[in-house]
């Protein structure tokens, strides 16, 4: 049965603007990859709820630069950090200087990740550790460095209730199986039981973690997916809102996420990916 709305082009929707609520005020965020896409938003999201920010980079220190210019127009501080998140050292410098620049960490959001997509027969060594590298290893480099500062620093109840927030940006791939993404699959859903296990771990320090878990978001790494007319009528057939998620939607997110109105979210994913977990192929069929 076709329906009636399926017949319809919804109108893309302008976001309202985000009311200047200081959520955040007085903390200071880290977040990965926030140099473009959706780790920029975030950056420059959780700036405007009143945190500081550093924002890290493996390469493009021009773009991670405006980032932080533009969160120090909205007057909070902002410094940008190379590090590779795959590296330990490295890690383990950048929060070093986070720490030593900024006081302390009180947000962390692991963003930093990337796709090497190849039929699963052709994958080569490097793609499959190139991605596990950056999006699992770097994951647990990074939280793991942000934990142990959650833990020297504890509890600072003027800015938060909470000793530390940590939100992992995982994928709706962390539970939709994706053929010729095999190790991107893998990493997402290893994300996921990293994220909940760590939740288990560290809840009783008051420290909460999270993750979101973005569909189809308008970023550099899916142009295929959305740029020509017919890409993006395909991507459609796959999200039963009808439109593709822009940045700013998982910044919002994160801002909330971070923040005490959700201190009692531990160990959960939030889905924001206008339906694509819903078994898009049921609207018709079954
Ligand atoms: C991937 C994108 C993809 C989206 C939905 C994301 O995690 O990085 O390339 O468009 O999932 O499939």
Redesign the pocket.
Known sequence: MESYYQNHQLPHPVLPALPPLELLKGQTALVTGANSGIGRAIAIALGRAGADVVINYVAAPEEAERVAEEIRLSGRRAIIARADVSNEAEVQAMFAKAVEELGTVDIFVNNAGL?KDAPFHEMTTAQWDTVMNVNLRGAFLCSREAVREFLRRGVRPDVSVAAGKIIFIS???EV?P?AGHVN?AAS?GGLMLLMKSLAQEVAEKRIRVNSIA???IRTP??TG?WQTPEAYTELMK?IPYKRIGEVEEIGRAAVWLASDFTDYMVGSTIFIDGG?TLYPGFETGG
Request: charged letters at 5%.
């Open positions: 796709q994928s709706v791939h939709i994706w991107y997402k973005p569909g189809a790494i899916n997916a796959l694509m």
